[in-house]
């Protein structure tokens, strides 16, 4: 539905949408995956936004106050964070937020945020958990080792919901991949007057927001957003061939190799910034009442480089975590036992495989 506008915010040989229906359509998904601010500040920036629709217009504006609102709070959260972790001579990365819109959107509020996250070494966590602490935040959930971040969250004046800060010390799970987070803190540089607050290589922040677009099984365009404004602003930046090499290393290629491919099937112009150098044929799996099951399939236990790491995952969703478990129902946390919460796991499971082989069959019989 997006992909015509997002098109033409990225080339100049495709033309907006003209259908005034186009646009009431448009604007409910674009508020629906919280992406105004990117459409609202790429179309401003081009200067195309008044060659649309004036209610078009009036709500993407909106929401972009709304996002300097919020972000503009975040951020002051941020810095007492970073300030706090500089005095305290830990080092720290901040991750996407409110830096990664200012660094490669343009602007703070071109890019809307709801949580602050912070790359830390393994063995500062600790500390770094008693300091977010002394600042009013609470943790979440019970920090898992073999995971790679813990939540805390405060409630912050004026506004409705928590801000939540993740502490993270990997950015992809360790039982499924050998990704060494050391490469990524050496080539990482301090940033302007500090000396443990950093960022990321502009290549390795590539990589992250390409794995963290596969953890979400790219089911949003913000996913897609992310990806093909850092494609178009570091173009020359990020060399492809070194980063699927160092992927395979990592176990992490078949990871990059999927995300990207589904990307650039969406978005063709893309090879013509950044030739991608290994690419799936995603379109059998786009096409057909089947593509939801192999979609499912193929990302949750077959985007894994080894057989074990395969193994790993399928063992992880037959028996998740207790907490996971309410998070795929999305209901409230239960102090039920663990073999009663499988059981409402797999009665919901059961029943959408039920529910989704009915519309099949029955859709496969209708004439």
Same mark, same amino acid.
């Given at each position: 539905?997006? =992909?015509?506008?997002?098109?033409? !915010?990225?080339?100049?040989?495709?033309?907006?949408?003209?259908?005034?229906?186009?646009?009431?359509?448009a604007?409910?998904?674009?508020?629906?995956?919280?992406?105004?601010?990117?459409?609202?500040?790429?179309?401003?920036?081009?200067? *195309?936004?008044?060659?649309?629709?004036?209610?078009?217009?009036?709500?993407?504006?909106?929401?972009?106050?709304?996002?300097?609102?919020?972000?503009?709070?975040?951020?002051?959260?941020?810095?007492?964070?970073?300030?706090?972790?500089?005095?305290?001579?830990i080092?720290?990365?901040?991750?996407k937020?409110?830096?990664?819109?200012?660094?490669?959107?343009?602007?703070?509020?071109?890019?809307?945020?709801?949580?602050?996250?912070?790359?830390?070494?393994?063995e500062?966590?600790? /500390?770094?958990?008693?300091?977010v602490k002394?600042?009013?935040?609470?943790?979440?959930e019970?920090?898992?080792?073999?995971?790679?971040?813990?939540?805390f969250?405060?409630?912050?004046?004026?506004?409705?919901?928590?801000?939540?800060?993740?502490?993270?010390?990997?950015?992809?799970?360790?039982?499924?991949?050998?990704?060494?987070?050391? =490469?990524?803190?050496?080539?990482?540089?301090?940033v302007?007057?500090?000396?443990?607050?950093?960022s !990321?290589?502009?290549?390795?922040?590539?990589?992250?927001i390409?794995?963290?677009?596969?953890?979400?099984?790219?089911?949003?365009?913000?996913?897609?957003?992310?990806?093909?404004?850092?494609?178009?602003r !570091?173009?020359?930046?990020?060399?492809?061939?070194?980063?699927f090499q160092?992927?395979?290393?990592?176990?992490?290629?078949?990871?990059?190799?999927?995300?990207?491919?589904?990307?650039?099937e969406?978005?063709?112009?893309?090879?013509?910034?950044?030739?991608?150098?290994v690419?799936?044929?995603?379109?059998?799996?786009?096409?057909?009442?089947?593509f939801?099951?192999? *979609?499912?399939?193929?990302?949750?236990?077959?985007?894994y480089?080894?057989?074990?790491?395969?193994?790993?995952?399928?063992?992880?969703?037959?028996?998740?975590?207790? =907490?996971?478990i309410? =998070?795929?129902?999305?209901? /409230?946390?239960?102090?039920?036992?663990?073999?009663?919460?499988?059981?409402? !796991?797999?009665?919901?499971?059961i029943?959408?495989?039920?529910?989704?082989?009915?519309?099949l069959?029955?859709?496969?019989?209708?004439?």
């Open positions: 539905m997006l =992909t015509p506008l997002i098109s033409s !915010l990225y080339d100049r040989n495709t033309s907006l949408p003209h259908k005034i229906t186009y646009y009431h359509q604007i409910q998904q674009i508020e629906s995956h919280s992406i105004s601010p990117q459409i609202y500040h790429s179309l401003k920036e081009k200067g *195309d936004l008044e060659r649309t629709p004036l209610f078009f217009q009036v709500r993407l504006k909106q929401k972009y106050d709304e996002a300097l609102f919020q972000n503009i709070l975040i951020k002051s959260e941020t810095d007492k964070i970073l300030n706090r972790l500089e005095k305290a001579k080092e720290a990365i901040p991750l937020g409110v830096y990664f819109a200012q660094e490669y959107f343009g602007h703070l509020a071109a890019r809307g945020t709801s949580d602050i996250d912070i790359l830390i070494k393994k500062s966590v600790g /500390e770094t958990v008693q300091l002394s600042l009013g935040f609470e943790q979440e019970e920090w898992i080792p073999e995971h790679f971040h813990c939540s969250s405060k409630r912050i004046p004026g506004s409705p919901v928590p801000l939540v800060v993740e502490i993270h010390w990997g950015i992809v799970k360790e039982k499924t991949s050998h990704l060494e987070i050391d =490469t990524f803190w050496e080539e990482a540089e301090a302007k007057g500090s000396s443990y607050i950093k !990321l290589s502009d290549e390795h922040t590539f990589y992250m390409c794995l963290h677009g596969w953890r979400h099984n790219l089911d949003s365009p913000r996913y897609y957003l992310d990806i093909i404004q850092l494609i178009f !570091l173009n020359n930046r990020v060399d492809l061939h070194r980063l160092q992927a395979k290393k990592d176990g992490t290629l078949k990871r990059m190799v999927r995300t990207l491919s589904i990307v650039y969406e978005y063709p112009i893309l090879e013509n910034v950044m030739k991608l150098p690419k799936r044929s995603m379109k059998k799996r786009r096409k057909g009442r089947l939801h099951y192999l *979609d499912f399939i193929d990302f949750q236990f077959l985007s480089d080894t057989f074990q790491h395969c193994l790993r995952e399928v063992y992880s969703w037959c028996f998740p975590r207790k =907490t996971d309410y =998070t795929e129902l999305n209901v /409230e946390y239960q102090r039920s036992s663990y073999i009663k919460s499988i059981f409402f !796991l797999y009665k919901e499971r029943g959408k495989g039920l529910k989704a082989t009915y519309l069959v029955r859709g496969a019989n209708q004439p």
